[in-house]
């Protein structure tokens, strides 16, 4: 397969395109809570920095962030999930309908709480995470209650992709997976996945498998060089043909990403970035590739525009989605782009 050359005016094209999508997600949700100040003085009390808080802040996270980069992008986003019968329950719904995003695939469970993940981040460096969670497997009710929801969503709305973002908090299930992925080839609907170790092997015929290098060594149990890019794609290769993908996406942080398919097999390094803070960097790049995946878009193109969104939003402090404008400008700068 060739390497794809296009036309600025195709480029425009194609960002105008994601406007057409609808998108099904379904992982684990989370609110990203946030305290943010200023660090002068050490407590007298521990040897601990105190943070003079001047702002609270309350964001979507995890699977939810994943579906504000879609929407980011012109997308809509539908998300499927569940959360706790709680306060931060109420508050990821209240964030929910500020952002104007569906509530229809949203499980409510007694037996839960909602995730809640707080960041303390002092002058503009973040200096501790506090985890509020669980990370059971749902109950076999309402995994089931969860399916009948996807099912219905699938029959009755145009899906063009489905995205299992998990972040291990028990939501997806192999079971639930082998599930989604019948249907989604039933209908003709890829899947991308953004995984974490504990499923990493139970997502066998998805479309698109997106780790990051770590999530690669640990899910293969594999201690292959981590500067021979070549025995990194012969591991990949490897683990697709098994696995039976269509495409493995690859991020290495600093080092860029690698697509690896049975046509292409590319590395693209990274582009020089100020990096402020690299989390929900991976839920801004399946979102971009599943886009992209949703619309045909070569391989090497794809790989390009999501290693461009992943970087981009490094450069802020906190989650936060892709900016559509600033993509398809640096887009444009792409070398395969025709001035």
């Not at 992982?27 to 943010?36: I, Q, S, T």
């Not at 802040?57 to 980011?72: D, P, T």
């Not at 709480?113 to 109950?139: F, L, P, S």
């Not at 045909?296 to 559509?324: F, M, Q, W, Y």
Request: net charge positive; charged share 25%; with cysteine.
């Amino acid at each position: 397969m060739k390497k794809p050359s296009l036309r600025k005016d195709q480029l425009h094209k194609l960002f105008d395109a994601f406007n057409s999508l609808n998108v099904l997600i379904i992982g684990d949700v989370m609110v990203d809570a946030y305290l943010w100040g200023n660090v002068s003085r050490i407590s007298p009390e521990a040897p601990v920095p105190i943070l003079a808080v001047s702002k609270k802040e309350k964001r979507l996270g995890g699977a939810a962030n994943v579906a504000l980069n879609v929407q980011a992008m012109g997308a809509n986003p539908i998300l499927c999930s569940v959360i706790g019968v709680d306060h931060e329950g109420i508050q990821f719904l209240d964030l929910l309908k500020a952002q104007r995003l569906s509530q229809k695939g949203i499980l409510k469970c007694r037996d839960r709480i909602t995730t809640t993940k707080t960041r303390i981040i002092g002058n503009n460096q973040q200096m501790i995470r506090v985890d509020e969670e669980t990370d059971t497997d749902v109950m076999h009710t309402e995994s089931s209650t969860l399916l009948q929801m996807i099912s219905y969503i699938i029959a009755h709305d145009k899906i063009d992709v489905i995205i299992f973002e998990d972040y291990n908090k028990g939501l997806i299930t192999p079971k639930l997976i082998q599930k989604v992925v019948e249907l989604a080839k039933e209908k003709g609907i890829p899947t991308a996945v953004d995984p974490k170790k504990k499923n990493f092997l139970a997502y066998k015929g998805v479309t698109m498998f997106k780790p990051n290098l770590k999530e690669l060594k640990e899910g293969l149990k594999l201690d292959f060089d981590t500067e021979n890019i070549a025995e990194i794609q012969r591991a990949i290769s490897s683990f697709r043909v098994k696995q039976k993908f269509e495409t493995a996406i690859v991020t290495l942080s600093e080092r860029g990403v690698l697509t690896n398919s049975r046509k292409v097999k590319e590395h693209l390094p990274a582009h020089i970035r100020t990096i402020a803070d690299v989390s929900g960097a991976g839920d801004t790049v399946i979102s971009i590739a599943a886009l992209c995946r949703a619309l045909n878009v070569h391989p090497v193109l794809t790989a390009a525009l999501s290693n461009l969104a992943g970087g981009l939003v490094c450069e802020r402090v906190g989650v936060v989605p892709i900016d559509k404008e600033l993509l398809l400008q640096e887009a444009l700068r792409l070398d395969f782009v025709k001035k």
